[in-house]
């Protein structure tokens, strides 16, 4: 069973950038699919980016397209999102998400495809 650790969030100006981390420990990344969401207070938990094994095909939420990239590191077992060109609706607390399944390609940005979460980490963007 893998351990999610996300790291990496802060206080950020609009148009800025963070690179948020996600640990994974228990197992090996390159054995799992995985998924970067979000959760502004109030609002539903919303898909972010995947990275789905095996192929290695990614996808990205519709507001983020563009601004962001998850990429993964094999040897130091981790995931990340860069963003870039921070917006205020991007705050939020990011949560980083696995599965040691295969899901089908466009059921990577539902949150029920997901058996293992982190704790999340909180990205402000603000003036």
């Known amino acids: 069973q893998v351990q999610l650790q996300e790291s990496g969030g802060g206080s950020v100006q609009p148009g800025g950038s963070l690179r948020l981390s996600c640990a994974a420990s228990g197992g090996a990344s390159n054995s799992y699919s995985w998924g970067w969401f979000r959760q502004a207070p109030g609002k539903e938990r919303e898909f972010v980016a995947a990275f789905r094994r095996g192929d290695r095909k990614i996808t990205y939420g519709n507001s983020v397209k563009g601004r962001f990239t998850i990429s993964r590191d094999n040897l130091k077992n981790m995931v990340y999102l860069q963003m870039n060109s921070l917006k205020p609706e991007d705050t939020a607390l990011y949560y980083c998400?696995?599965?040691?399944?295969?899901?089908?390609?466009?059921?990577?940005?539902?949150?029920?495809?997901?058996?293992?979460w982190g704790q999340g980490t909180q990205v402000t963007v603000s003036s």
């Open positions: 998400a696995a599965t040691s399944s295969n899901p089908i390609f466009s059921y990577m940005s539902n949150k029920e495809a997901y058996t293992y």
